[in-house]
């Protein structure tokens, strides 16, 4: 199944996010959205980023090793990799989003067997393909929470800075 969800506002800090309805983690395609956001906001404000992405992995909080691959993949230069998980965001427009701010989703088709979790691929105006978040169902709250995502990942560069454009 697709899914497009579109964010009201473009949140830059945790209480922004959390002030949003898709918040409320109990529809997992909004919380793949969510993690598109958050990581848009490592760009502006690094720690607001990670305690976006901290809230969204509820439990789980990131790693020491995910912190750093953060700062190597968000912090060179590179923001645009975010930004390309939004509609309206390709190469040819340096990755600036259209708006509202949307997020294409949908069921993927490598689906986990475990109850509980479920993976969306998350479409990029960068990438031949789609690229993957996996969520895990918290079942006393209800709420769906961010297990993984392989979303800053390379992509095509902004033609701005492709030498050969």
């Not at 909080?61 to 930004?83: M, T, W």
């Not at 969520?135 to 769906?144: A, E, F, I, Y």
């Amino acid at each position: 199944m697709d899914y497009h969800v579109t964010l009201s506002s473009f949140p830059t800090t945790l209480a922004e996010l959390q002030a949003l309805p898709e918040a409320a983690l109990t529809q997992p395609e909004a919380v793949a959205a969510l993690t598109v956001a958050a990581l848009n906001a490592y760009e502006k404000n690094a720690q607001e980023s990670i305690n976006m992405l901290n809230f969204l992995r509820g439990p789980r909080p990131l790693s020491q090793l995910e912190l750093q691959f953060l700062r190597e993949r968000l912090g060179g230069g590179k923001a645009y990799i975010a930004r390309s998980y939004m509609e309206g965001a390709t190469p040819e427009n340096n990755y600036e989003p259209a708006q509202p701010f949307t997020v294409h989703t949908q069921d993927s088709h490598a689906q986990i067997a475990d109850q509980g979790y479920k993976k969306f691929d998350v479409f990029s105006g960068g990438a031949d393909s789609p690229r993957p978040v996996t969520l895990r169902l918290k079942p006393s709250t209800g709420q769906w929470f961010l297990w993984d995502q392989i979303l800053i990942v390379d992509i095509r560069i902004p033609v701005s800075q492709d030498p050969w454009a």
